[in-house]
């Protein structure tokens, strides 16, 4: 063992076994872990209710562990993160800082900022990866440019060598001291008197804490792994892992889950049971998508203010407060929209598919901000993740590649008769429905007035009528989506005439403000290893640009949009986009020519003779949408489609 005495920062890697900051301060002498709560760095994605309780019954575990192993949890509740490290490093005379990375677009700039102020000083610092299976500057494409599309990634990321082994606890802990103003875990105010009473409830169903998520771990690949591709389509239910908020807070290591779920699928593969089998595959191929949340936040660091994709700059939203507010209580008159948005509230956690319908609801009914979606999970969500997040809403709302097309919009109705066929879901969230007969109870406006009245539902009083008729929605929603192609062209039409009065609407929506995260001057971080944190560069380059796929019921609207845009040009794609790769740090060491621009995998590429809709039918066969929303839609005409 050494004789350094470091400063073991945690932030998300609340745990002690596969954490290599911690093990390696141990390995080098004494260790001073602290944990510091600056409320003015979280801004405007300050942790919601639900999130700050799980956080503060984690670090009391955290803690708790940590004494047994010999050196307690420093608590530090501060205005500046730097200056309650700095006060760290005096107090005990450290020669050294350790931490894990995180990749939000938030933590990369003051994780940043942090580790140049303090190597300007003098002290090392060294950072490391407890969070990701590859680090988002380790997979690129063959032109050493990021992947834009699920598939393309995680092929990648599953053939790389991985030489990871999972690091064990350390035995014991040699403490270093120093008086430095900590304090209790109540002080540092994560939970209010009046939050208290509600958020007693949630330590029923959940337990906090790595040790906890070692126990969940364990009994999902002992009891319901093997059904995974059976039941993770089951809502209200404890269908899939529920390991997210773990996740979330670092309590598990995520090459631990991959190792564990990866041994499984070998011996299952060695008995021939392929229902095992493919139920690992798409399990982490949901892990896979949680990296890849990372790999779109650190390659595009923009993504929680405007999509990846352009075009929404021009969606005319309806930024309506009163149809927000609607929506957040659970009050749009379609039932299982508002079964999710009360079991949201009531609980702080929602399935993957319930989280799919209220917010494509939001996006494409209501036609509300994304960014308001966004922001209002996060402030809700247990396990509450800004990539993640990020990478949902722009999933839903027509901004990702290989998400879902903007002009898709799915019936809740006929959502609700599929992923909640007898209603249960429906009836558990909204008792006032709890007596409608299952045939009605996705469409109470359709049921006859004496089923209504014996049911005891009187719509317009104890139940809304329909925010709006789906059919209509969708006509509004298409008039939306042509309107935005009008500004889009209309935009391009200024610029090329070298005027400029077309503005985008992004700036004109009523927006709840979100923080600008400047990156363009950033000078490059100082590391001290390979494997220090990359930070990247924000720079918007225009250069490449590639098409979406079209929906088939969006093709047949095309010839009036394409005379919109170019009328002599009938049967091409509509939609280039541009987006920037600001992977600097791979760039500038693989030394391409092209380093900033947005890499499109060639099959993908946008030319007339190789269209998404082909890319789609080859490589994106078993697409991540599947992974996401795991539904089989049926299109207008009645056709079924993986999307
Ligand atoms: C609009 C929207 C917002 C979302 N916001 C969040 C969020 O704030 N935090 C969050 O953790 N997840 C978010 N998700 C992703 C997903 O819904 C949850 O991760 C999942 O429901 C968690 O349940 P589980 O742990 O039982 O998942 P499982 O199906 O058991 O999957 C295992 C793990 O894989 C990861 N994962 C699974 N699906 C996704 C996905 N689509 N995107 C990213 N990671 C995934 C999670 O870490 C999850 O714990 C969002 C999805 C949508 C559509």
Redesign the pocket.
Known sequence: MGSNKTIVWFRRDLRIEDNPALAAAARDGSVFPVYIWCPQDEGQFYPGRVSRWWLKQSLAHLDHSLRSLGAELVLIRTQSTLAALLECIEAIGATKVVFNHLYDPISLVCDHNIKGKLVELGISVQSYNADLLNEPWEVYDARGQAFTTFEAYWDKSLNMQWEHVTLLPPWKLVPATGNVAKCSIEELGLENETEKSSNALLARAWSPGWSNADKALSEFSELHLLQ?SKN?TKVGQNS?????PY??FGELSVRKVFQLARMKQILWAKEGNSIGVESVTL?LR??G??E??RYLCFNFPFTHERPLLSNLNFFPWQADQNNFKAWRQGRTGYPLVDAGMRELWATGWI??RI??IV?SFAVKVLLLPWKW?MKY??DT?L???LE??I???Q??SGSLPDGHELERLDSPEVQGSKFDPEGEYVRHWLPELARLPTEWIHHPWDAPDNVLKVSGVELGFNYPKPFIEIDLAREHLIKAIFKMWEMEAAAKAANSNGTDEVVDNSDGIESLPIPKVILKNNAPCPTYSSNDQKVPTFQNSKSNQFNRKRSKHMQEERPLQDNLHNPNEGGTSRTNEDCSSTAESSMSKKQTTSRNSFSVPQSCSSSKDNSFLECESSDMKQSWQE???MEQSSSKDGKQRIN
């Open positions: 995974y993770r899939t892992s529920l390991l997210s996740l979330h399990f949901a892990i998508l949680r890849y949340s399935h993957n989280r799919v917010s979606g999970f996060w969500l396990d509450a993740d993640s997040d990478l949902g809403w999933y839903i992974q996401i929303d």
